[in-house]
């Protein structure tokens, strides 16, 4: 399976924007990147998904690396709500199942 | 609409007992997941349904763990002589199908095995 790879933490000020990495260099044609969050006590939670193109939504942007290898997850604001722990996950067809990793933890500063 | 439910938000038991944890998926999703996952470590696969069939149970860690989806909805996960090494957060996750859709998280089922 194709795996992600992304810093352990990391902070910004609020109502900033916040630039989270992650690299998949060994992504298939066919895998999916998706970003999920997980907020303190609660399940995950989805964010976005893209293929190929950057795409948005009411969440953030994901701006993807034109060689694929890499993706970024854009708040464009954050707030104290998005405190979270952010997962990139790589999915396919035949395989849907998400592997979390460990993730990064995002902490805000008021 | 209403979300992905699961019941009990907590259990407590003891080493050696049977537990039975519920998922109640969203409405027409025919995809259904369970994932367990431990302090400070991130979610872990166990099993997805895909309507009443169990398509990949790859992620249970050994015979004592089972789950069912009779009707395709209702799931049940059901863990036998339990181990104080399974206490951990069930989730449980609904998609629309199998199609590297969405999945809807549930807030979990604390599991505590003294």
């Known amino acids: 399976d194709a795996k992600t790879t992304q810093p352990n933490s990391m902070e910004s000020n609020e109502e900033e924007p916040v630039h989270l990495p992650c690299n998949h260099s060994?992504?298939?044609?066919?895998?999916?990147i998706h970003w999920y969050r997980q907020l303190p006590s609660q399940g995950p939670e989805y964010v976005i998904h893209?293929?190929?193109s950057n795409v948005n939504n009411r969440m953030a942007s994901l701006a993807i690396a034109e060689d694929r290898k890499s993706s970024t997850l854009i708040l464009h604001r954050a707030t104290l709500r998005d405190a979270a722990v952010y997962y990139c996950?790589?999915?396919?067809?035949?395989?849907?199942?998400?592997?979390f990793g460990t993730g990064t933890r995002l902490t805000i500063i008021p | 609409g209403a979300g992905v439910s699961q019941t009990p938000s907590n259990k407590v038991t003891e080493k050696g007992k049977y537990v039975e944890l519920r998922c109640d998926p969203i409405?027409?999703?025919?995809?259904l997941y369970w994932y367990r996952q431990s302090l400070g470590q991130g979610p872990e696969f166990l099993i997805y349904f895909q309507g009443t069939g169990a398509a990949d149970d790859s992620g249970l860690p050994n015979d004592r763990f089972f789950a069912v989806r009779p009707e395709g909805s209702v799931s049940t996960l059901k863990i036998q002589r339990t181990e104080r090494g399974d206490s951990a957060v069930y989730l449980c996750?609904?998609?629309?199908?199998?199609?590297?859709?969405?999945?809807?998280f549930g807030p979990g089922t604390r599991l505590t095995v003294l």
């Open positions: 996750a609904s998609s629309l199908s199998r199609v590297v859709d969405t999945q809807y």
């Open positions: 996950i790589l999915l396919s067809f035949g395989n849907e199942k998400l592997t």
């Open positions: 409405s027409g999703h025919t995809a």
């Open positions: 060994t992504i298939s044609g066919t895998d999916y």
């Open positions: 893209g293929l190929t």
